[in-house]
Antibody, heavy 120, light 108 residues
Framework: QVQLVQSGAEVKKPGASVKVSCKASGYTFTSYGISWVRQAPGQGLEWMGWISAYNGNTNYAQKLQGRVTMTTDTSTSTAYMELRSLRSDDTAVYYC?????????????WGQGTLVTVSS | SYVLTQPPSVSVAPGQTARITCGGNNIGSKSVHWYQQKPGQAPVLVVYDDSDRPSGIPERFSGSNSGNTATLTISRVEAGDEADYYC???????????FGGGTKLTVL
């Protein structure tokens, strides 16, 4: 069965960076893209970007351009999301999610989420 | 940028039909996906490409999309359907994914 297992909760100071991992299993990693979505406390879902696990092509949300980097390691079937210059409003649960059938057709499999807290 | 508008809340009695709307400019020309999210859990895809259901999703969940409104319909609502529901599209003009603000479904 398809599983996405994310790294554990993080507490960071403003200005620091965080890197969240998402280890995939149960399918051919390079056949599907991975999206990253975050959810601030009590708020809705916010798309952060998408990476092709096939060739590493990325597409980032405009508001995060320059602060976010998404990568993959095909040898370990792991996707990574790094966010830099953290601010308090980056406090959120961060999810990775796999394309269901193809890119832009919804995310059918989600990780359990990683809480990132930014606080001085 | 493209905006999706959902009602903040919808209430329905058990056994009745819930309809959750998602409004957007000419949304009928886009593919709409719907997610269910229960407290403390990751979202679950319940409808993709306007009206298709992923495997394992009950037939009670259906979707439609036309004009400026997409609709998620939940028939024979159960207490376990109480959750937040989000619509999502791909906006080709901005090359980005957009989520609606979410609708809290309350089962009375």
């Amino acid at each position: 069965q398809v599983q996405l297992v994310q790294s554990g909760a993080e507490v960071k100071k403003p200005g620091a960076s965080v890197k969240v991992s998402c280890k995939a299993s149960g399918y051919t990693f390079t056949s599907y893209g991975i999206s990253w979505v975050r959810q601030a406390p009590g708020q809705g879902l916010e798309w952060m970007g998408w990476i092709s696990a096939y060739n590493g092509n990325t597409n980032y949300a405009q508001k995060l351009q320059g602060r976010v980097t998404m990568t993959t390691d095909t040898s370990t079937s792991t996707a990574y999301m790094e966010l830099r210059s953290l601010r308090s409003d980056d406090t959120a649960v961060y999810y990775c999610a796999r394309d269901y059938l193809r890119a832009v057709a919804g995310s059918g499999y989600w990780g359990q989420g990683t809480l990132v807290t930014v606080s001085s | 940028s493209y905006v999706l508008t959902q009602p903040p809340s919808v209430s329905v009695a058990p056994g009745q039909t819930a309809r959750i709307t998602c409004g957007g400019n000419n949304i009928g020309s886009k593919s709409v996906h719907w997610y269910q999210q229960k407290p403390g859990q990751a979202p679950v895809l319940v409808v993709y490409d306007d009206s298709d259901r992923p495997s394992g999703i009950p037939e009670r969940f259906s979707g439609s999309n036309s004009g400026n409104t997409a609709t998620l319909t939940i028939s024979r609502v159960e207490a376990g359907d109480e959750a937040d529901y989000y619509c999502q599209v791909w906006d080709s003009s901005s090359d980005s994914v957009v989520f609606g603000g979410g609708t809290k479904l309350t089962v009375l």
